[in-house]
């Protein structure tokens, strides 16, 4: 394996070409948002963000970015996560843990982040990529497939090689868990999955999907 983004040398090369502006601080701003555990994470999530990127021949300096972004919001408690991300459904409501994505792009776009391909990475990580921005597709990626977690070993073999196929298996394989225990799928990841390609091409062929998009 080559040199890892998150070594300092390799760290100060991919500062930023490009408006992730201010790169300078955010690293550390990060780690004193997060507990140390989480901080580990996020290095991982956003070497790996990098590599499969670069596998990929996507944006890896924009991957970094929003790997060291996503989970920014992640330690902060219940009641600031709904007060900076309202809830949009019950599960929302339920488990304001879901929030932490949209709650951190609320603190980024607050304290000055533009980039909108990262912040709408970092928004996305929970619920799954919208679609149409490859960069939150890695960060989703690496974030369910790092080396800490302990599982999705394959998914993130897979995401080295060709990520559309492996956000295929990451987000169809969660809902149909989720299904076949009887769980709400959260409608932004219902979104995620009717993006899916290969889901797309299923209903426009008029066959029956997974699972049925939510009515606006
Ligand atoms: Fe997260
Ligand atoms: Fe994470």
Redesign the pocket.
Same mark, same amino acid.
Do not use: S, T, Y
């Given at each position: 394996m080559g040199k890892r983004p998150h070594d300092p040398v390799i760290a100060q090369l991919l500062v930023p070409r490009h408006p992730v502006a201010e790169w300078t601080g955010w690293e550390e701003r990060v780690r004193l948002m997060v507990r140390p555990r989480?901080y580990e994470? @996020?290095l991982r @999530?956003a070497e790996l963000a990098a590599q499969i990127a670069l596998a990929n021949g996507l944006d890896d300096m924009r991957a970094y970015a929003a790997g060291i972004l996503?989970?920014i919001a992640?330690d902060l408690p219940d009641a600031e996560l709904l007060r900076l991300a309202p809830p949009e459904c019950d599960i929302d409501a339920g488990h304001p843990l879901a929030l932490h994505g949209r709650a951190a792009r609320v603190l980024l776009e607050r304290w000055g982040y533009q980039d909108r391909v990262v912040l709408e990475a970092v928004e996305d990580?929970t619920t799954g990529p919208r679609g149409g921005n490859p960069v939150a597709d890695c960060v989703y990626i690496a974030?369910v497939s790092?080396p800490g977690r302990g599982v999705n070993a394959d998914i993130r073999e897979l995401a080295l090689r060709d990520l559309n196929a492996a956000l295929e298996r990451a987000i169809v394989s969660k809902v149909t868990y989720l299904q076949g225990r009887g769980i709400q799928v959260h409608p932004r990841t219902l979104l995620s999955y009717h993006a899916l390609p290969c889901v797309a091409r299923q209903d426009q062929g008029g066959s029956t999907s997974l699972l049925t998009a939510p009515q606006p």
């Open positions: 989480r994470h @996020v @999530v996503h989970d992640r990580h974030d790092e």
